[in-house]
């Protein structure tokens, strides 16, 4: 590796390999490079103007965490056994998220592999996995990352992540690598030393914007981008929070970021996928280039989440305020948004736009649960925890036969008992304590009680997030893991569940006496969330949550707090 590093305002830049320090060249346009090569494995960092020394901005490793030298890794000497793999299309798959650290007792990657085939034999198309880029301490969610070029050591390298991603292409499981390049994290953030990354005019809920007017900061996002792909293998990426970048550029990031995701997918004659995670409910995103969108993958519908929340559960406070009625499930399993330019009592202003008829529905991921809607709240509490066997049941098949790509969070297929809270393991006793208080002071606009937040710096509250596979069989989990296995496959199998047009779709429902019915083509969801129903609808039932339904050629019964699938006569 020839070292190199952009600080364009330096006057001086030394690369320091130990007791040595040596002096780069002005390479122009902001860039310092060095003359002689660093072999594999060493020890290096940059001293600024006689500051520092500080990681590499671009390292590969940081083998002693974020706030010591990097290492020179070189990622072609790993033997990759995916050479049949072909990649997979995002159209008709179903996304499982996972949390590295607490998806298995040990929290490694490594660890990860000994679970795959658990996902293949439920169904699953795409692994998408949280954040694992390099962030001070030893385990947080992993959106706290300042190194987004190096993998998190303590999850086991960037050596295990290929080794990760070569078992699921194995597998046939694509993986989908979670990126934020909105935000960095609060400690071990060095690139300010450097040069202009972060935009002192602009602001977001987690700290200064990063700065999209420097040529050089757009290439570190992109740049980044393409190296998952390109050294990776990885097949898609979920972009953290796309409504906090600021670029005011006639090219928006998100544009080029899939303009050149476009090109390398041809050279490497693979799909590769985009999916932002947006708050604007804005289809341009998705829309084509042609059309003025900015020509991403797909886009997550928190809406969809929200209705379906709402509709389980009854719970109506904060933001879940506006989809009290089932009105709010049938217009997003519809038309994909709810708020699509009506009033957000929430935001308190008018929000979102609608997403035009011939938009495939596809590129909406949905979901009943995400590490967000469980994390975020007061005690990180998951739907069965709350909810009993049947409830589950009737989100399972809202969140698995409904319209767009679904998306599980790990555990949720069996019902799992844990929770999953918010954690960080921030050195500073300040940092910790700050985090601590701001996430109280969150959860008291959502009216829940702050004394049961539990502490972030607790380890704890690490451990009791991480699964319980021994339960994976037990009773009802068991019973709700067969359900999903089911429900998957029959998705699969029943063309009308993949139907990509939104035309095919309508919807009814009564909140009086508590029932939903969706129309996907020839298929219908019944659900009778209260008392039992008699449905206008005949034919074949492929699948009921619960004993008891009934079907002939013109009606079906469904039981109370139960949900049906029916291939219409």
Not at 57 to 65: I, K, M, T
Not at 105 to 112: M, R
Not at 366 to 388: E, K, M, V, Y
Not at 478 to 501: C, M, N, Q, V, Y
């Amino acid at each position: 590796m020839i070292p190199e590093v952009w600080a364009p305002k330096a006057q001086r830049v030394e690369l320091v390999t130990g007791e040595e320090r040596t002096a780069l060249d002005a390479a122009g346009d902001g860039w310092w490079r060095g003359s002689a090569p660093l072999a594999a494995g060493t020890r290096y960092s940059y001293s600024v103007d006689g500051r520092g020394p500080f990681p590499d901005p671009r390292s590969l490793r940081q083998p002693d965490g974020v706030h010591e030298a990097s290492a020179v890794w070189d990622a072609s000497e790993h033997e990759w056994r995916d050479g049949r793999w072909t990649g997979r299309q995002l159209p008709g798959g179903v996304i499982y998220e996972l949390h590295i650290g607490t998806f298995t007792p040990e929290g490694t990657l490594d660890s990860a592999i000994d679970r795959l085939d658990h996902l293949v034999e439920l169904g699953i198309d795409f692994v998408e996995v949280l954040p694992v880029n390099a962030f001070n301490g030893t385990h947080n969610w992993g959106y706290d990352g300042v190194l987004w070029y190096a993998v998190q050591e303590t999850y086991g390298g960037p050596a295990a992540y290929q080794r990760f991603v070569d078992a699921c292409h194995e597998r046939g499981l694509a993986v989908v690598q979670d990126v934020v390049y909105n935000h960095l994290g609060p400690s071990g953030n060095y690139l300010p030393e450097f040069g202009p990354y972060l935009h002192d005019a602009s602001a977001n809920t987690w700290g200064l914007s990063v700065n999209l007017d420097e040529e050089a900061v757009r290439r570190f996002i992109v740049d980044n981008a393409l190296m998952w792909f390109r050294d990776f293998h990885v097949d898609a990426l979920r972009l953290d929070a796309v409504h906090a970048l600021v670029d005011t550029s006639s090219k928006h990031i998100l544009q080029q970021l899939a303009e050149e995701t476009d090109a390398l997918s041809a050279h490497l004659g693979r799909p590769l996928t985009l999916i932002a995670e947006s708050d604007m409910n804005d289809p341009k995103l998705i829309l084509p280039r042609e059309a003025g969108g900015y020509g991403l993958t797909a886009q997550w519908s928190d809406d969809y989440h929200h209705s379906v929340h709402v509709a389980v559960s009854g719970e109506t406070t904060g933001y879940y305020e506006d989809f009290a009625s089932l009105g709010a499930l049938a217009k997003t399993a519809t038309k994909g948004f709810f708020h699509d330019g009506s009033y957000s009592s929430f935001r308190e202003r008018e929000h979102g736009h609608p997403i035009p008829p011939e938009v495939p529905v596809w590129r909406l991921v949905t979901f009943a649960q995400d590490h967000d809607q469980i994390g975020n709240r007061a005690t990180g509490d998951r739907l069965s925890q709350n909810l009993d066997e049947h409830q589950l049941g009737i989100a399972a098949v809202l969140c698995l036969a409904a319209p767009g790509t679904p998306m599980l969070f790990m555990g949720e297929e069996w019902a799992a008992s844990t929770p999953w809270q918010f954690f960080t393991s921030h050195p500073e006793p300040e940092l910790g304590k700050a985090t601590a208080e701001g996430r109280i002071a969150e959860f008291e606009k959502m009216g829940w009680d702050p004394e049961v937040v539990p502490d972030p710096q607790d380890p704890e509250t690490f451990t009791r997030s991480k699964l319980d596979w021994d339960e994976l069989r037990d009773g009802a989990h068991g019973r709700l893991l067969d359900l999903h296995r089911e429900l998957i496959r029959l998705r699969k199998a029943e063309p009308a569940l993949t139907d990509p047009s939104f035309a095919s779709l309508s919807a009814e429902f009564s909140d009086e006496e508590r029932w939903f019915r969706l129309d996907r083509g020839p298929v219908s969801i019944l659900v009778a969330f209260g008392e039992e129903r008699d449905f206008p609808v005949g034919g074949e039932l492929l699948l009921a949550t619960a004993a008891g339904v009934t079907t002939d050629a013109g009606r079906t019964t469904v039981p109370a707090r139960t949900a049906a699938i029916v291939r219409r006569a």
